[in-house]
């Protein structure tokens, strides 16, 4: 392709410098430009790197028996009625009515449309296991966009669906889809960490995220370099550390002035925070009827509540903080809570750390006072006892006791074993060798275009500007063309050789200076860059340079599809 076809324009400097590198070399390069908050529209070159992602998803999906379908984005709602969906997810999910006043949605994701694909398709055990995906546009509202393709409103997603007769299926096909997304990351080149995650609002049993660690991601990832454990923080968990064993003391109250922190209680108490009980208030609304329930969540005062574990126990669609009046109601003092009193007021959800230490210090309900000699049981019952605790760097690993440590990442795809959640709700069964009506168990395997192709640009730049894989770039090729018009005639014979031999290349025939034709290239990120020019040619050939060399040389003219090849296959293809 030659440059000035290109239809978008290099810029010097973004007009306000993204957040992430990756991102303002996107936008620089004329990959892609913002059209609205987290909605984007792909240029010529960014839509070639994202089909070379689509053609390694077709690729190795179809590899491990996938087929191809497509799937409307609008749906009607009841498909997400049936599934408890529609109530359950909030305002991510976009609602619609038509000119007949039906309900509508633009699709998040298409478990539901499967499961009644399934329905009216599969009535023998015979036609089991199946495979299906798709790569179609999705829409979730979400309301904070950030780090360009990283967090969207409107994305790309390869989704696909299997379907089996039972678990023992189910986790062959999630095995297998497991190992093609290895595949899909070592061939886009992006280092990636599969990590056990919560299933949120998709369901099931289970759930891996493939994460690309870097600074930028949004998650928080719990690792063990002793034993190899990995997880989300969502759902990790750390060993308990040893409580003391000592008996139970009397409840003494304690003045507290203006204490309202478990950081200024412990200065003026002179304890440890692991002495004192956090208590932490949450309205929860209900997964199956949407009605709220106050909650009281108690940790011990040098953790942290993990949301995630706290809805997960309550079986809770939404989380939100209670309102001091919400508090005051339950018959607690905000600054100065505990669970002492609450009775049937609220649910009392207590950690077992909490549970395992004795004599803590917690608020006595009223304005400046604190009790010391808390313990559970003795002095107020919890309604269950369960992990609501987020794991922290330094906490012993709950398999083999070495210290934890945290890291960031961005979630670049997401497989999931649904079991028969969306199958029984939507009707789709088949008969087994008896003839005895079984439902469908299904698994989900997603992977977003854009998200991968941001967190690609994240990984492979320079001060300069973008270097991509060969696997990932637009061109294989960069050709620029320097000076009078021998040297756009030899460069016009490179390209229509190369081109003629298979390769992918862009041809910078704009006429522009050294300068600006070299800055355009080091932007842009192409592999390979060949020049023509007066001088090349005085040297007796064609400039190669590679994107990450720091040095160029002269090949001979009819030595240069070679020194291409040679260049190719070893990072990585061989054409």
Not at 7 to 31: D, I, N, Q
Not at 36 to 54: C, N
Not at 74 to 94: F, I, N, T
Not at 188 to 215: I, K, N, Q, R, W
Request: hydrophobic letters at 40%; one cysteine or more; proline letters at 5%.
């Amino acid at each position: 392709m030659r440059m000035t076809q290109l239809f978008g324009s290099t810029l010097r400097a973004s007009k306000a410098p993204p957040e992430v590198a990756g991102h303002e070399f996107l936008l620089r390069g004329a990959f892609i430009r913002q059209v609205s908050t987290g909605i984007f529209a792909f240029l010529p070159l960014g839509l070639r790197v994202a089909r070379k992602i689509e053609s390694i998803l077709r690729e190795e999906i179809e590899g491990v028996g996938g087929v191809e379908l497509s799937l409307p984005v609008v749906l009607p709602a009841d498909l997400w009625r049936k599934s408890g969906r529609y109530d359950a997810v909030g305002p991510e999910l976009v609602r619609l009515k038509d000119r007949r006043d039906r309900d509508l949605v633009l699709a998040m994701t298409h478990e539901e449309v499967v499961a009644s694909l399934a329905a009216a398709e599969v009535q023998s055990w015979r036609q089991l296991p199946r495979l299906v995906y798709q790569i179609q546009t999705k829409f979730r509202d979400d309301p904070r966009p950030r780090a360009g393709l990283v967090r969207t409103r409107e994305f790309t997603m390869k989704d696909a669906y299997s379907l089996d007769r039972d678990d023992v299926g189910l986790v062959a096909q999630y095995e297998r889809v497991f190992d093609a997304y290895v595949r899909i990351y070592q061939r886009c080149g992006l280092p990636t960490l599969a990590v056990t995650a919560d299933v949120g609002m998709m369901g099931g049993s289970a759930a891996h995220e493939f994460m690309y660690l870097t600074p930028i991601g949004e998650d928080t990832l719990v690792l063990c370099d002793g034993c190899g454990y990995s997880q989300n923080r969502q759902v990790a968990q750390a060993a308990a550390p040893e409580s003391p064993a000592e008996s139970a003391e009397e409840l003494q109250r304690v003045h507290t002035p203006s204490t309202t922190t478990i950081d200024s209680l412990v200065a003026l108490l002179g304890i440890g925070p692991e002495r004192t009980a956090k208590i932490v208030f949450q309205m929860a609304t209900s997964a199956s009827d949407g009605s709220e329930l106050p909650v009281v969540a108690v940790v011990r005062g040098d953790k942290t509540v993990n949301e995630t574990k706290l809805a997960n126990a309550l079986r809770a669609s939404e989380l939100r903080p209670m309102t001091t009046d919400e508090i005051l109601a339950i018959g607690c003092v905000p600054g100065y809570a505990s669970p002492i009193g609450v009775g049937d007021r609220a649910t009392i959800l207590v950690d077992p750390l909490v549970a395992a230490s004795p004599n803590l210090v917690a608020g006595a309900n009223e304005q400046d006072w604190h009790l010391t000699g808390v313990n559970l049981g003795r002095d107020y019952q919890p309604d269950l006892v369960t992990d609501i605790t987020a794991a922290e760097d330094g906490d012993p690993c709950v398999v083999c006791g070495l210290p934890l440590r945290t890291e960031r990442g961005v979630e670049v795809g997401n497989i999931f074993q649904l079991g028969t959640k969306y199958s029984e709700a939507l009707g789709a069964s088949y008969l087994d060798e008896n003839g005895t009506e079984q439902p469908i168990v299904m698994g989900s395997y997603g992977i977003g275009v854009g998200r991968l192709l941001a967190c690609v640009a994240e990984e492979y730049h320079d001060d300069l500007g973008l270097c991509w894989p060969v696997s990932m770039a637009p061109f294989e090729v960069h050709l620029c063309s320097i000076g009078g018009e021998e040297s756009q005639l030899v460069a016009q014979a490179v390209y229509d050789v190369l081109r003629a031999e298979g390769l992918e290349v862009l041809f910078d025939d704009r006429g522009e200076r050294a300068g600006v034709q070299f800055a355009d290239a080091d932007l842009l990120g192409m592999p390979i860059r060949l020049t023509v020019s007066p001088r090349s040619l005085k040297a007796g050939g064609i400039e190669v340079k590679l994107r990450t060399a720091s040095a160029a040389a002269v090949v001979d003219r009819n030595d240069v599809l070679g020194w291409v090849r040679v260049e190719l296959e070893r990072l990585g293809v061989a054409p």
